[in-house]
């Protein structure tokens, strides 16, 4: 399979903490994407990071790229209940669309 | 701006009947695509339109799926006829320059086939 693959599954944390989800794929990429999808609801996409560059953030998220390891790890930082969802990592493989992982899910207690 | 709108929210159907899906992408946006979200599972792509011509549909089950997009607008998807296994939410996504921002999706449609 070209996917990503989100690790861990799933992820428990309290409020305040930081949450770290990390993505591993296998061949090289152009992009990588990060998106969020609350239950019941459609993706939110949250940083696309380009296979030239090692670092972006946007808010409390950290994206960090590692090519060299094909991997990928998303850090939100002081997290919040509301931050309670489904994380999942999308790769491109040079292809014209994004193939998605299967997803971290993210529960933060208050 | 207005986001992706997708209809129905919700639907239930019995195996073998046939459901279709719509989907109205962002004004401007020339690719849409439908991804199919089995419970607990990432989204897999269906189908890929640039304007109104297919762009990828190597993962659309063609003998009970179509997909068009009249005039490189509105879509629609159909299943005809469903399966047990059918059952997931399809999401609908636009987008004006994929490699450069990503996707817009809609809420998606929760199919149930008993």
């Known amino acids: 399979s070209q996917q990503g693959e989100e690790d861990p599954q799933a992820l428990s944390i309290q409020e305040g903490e930081n949450a770290t989800m990390n993505c591993s794929y296998k061949t090289s990429i152009n992009n990588l994407q990060w998106y969020r999808q609350n239950s019941g609801r459609g993706l939110v996409h949250l940083i696309l990071i380009r296979s030239n560059e090692r670092e972006k953030h946007s808010g409390r998220l950290r994206v960090t790229l590692d090519t060299s390891k094909k991997s990928s790890s998303l850090l939100i930082t002081a997290s919040r209940a509301a931050d309670t969802a489904s994380y999942f990592c999308a790769t491109d493989y040079g292809g014209q669309n994004f193939v998605f992982g299967p997803g971290t899910r993210l529960s933060v207690l208050p | 701006e207005a986001g992706v709108a997708q209809s129905p929210r919700y639907k239930i159907i019995e195996k073998r009947q046939s459901v279709a899906f719509w989907c109205n992408p962002i004004?401007?946006?020339?690719?849409l695509y439908w991804y199919q979200q089995i419970l607990g599972q990432g989204p897999k792509l269906l189908i890929q339109?640039?304007?109104?011509?297919?762009?990828?549909d190597s993962q659309l089950p063609k003998d009970r799926f179509s997909a068009e997009r009249l005039k490189g607008v509105d879509s629609t998807l159909k299943i005809q006829p469903a399966k047990l296994e059918d059952s997931a939410v399809y999401l609908c996504?636009?987008?004006?320059?994929?490699?450069?921002?990503?996707?817009?999706f809609g809420s998606g449609t929760r199919l149930t086939v008993v």
């Open positions: 004004s401007g946006h020339a690719t």
């Open positions: 996504a636009s987008s004006l320059d994929w490699a450069a921002y990503g996707y817009t």
């Open positions: 339109f640039q304007n109104n011509g297919v762009v990828d």
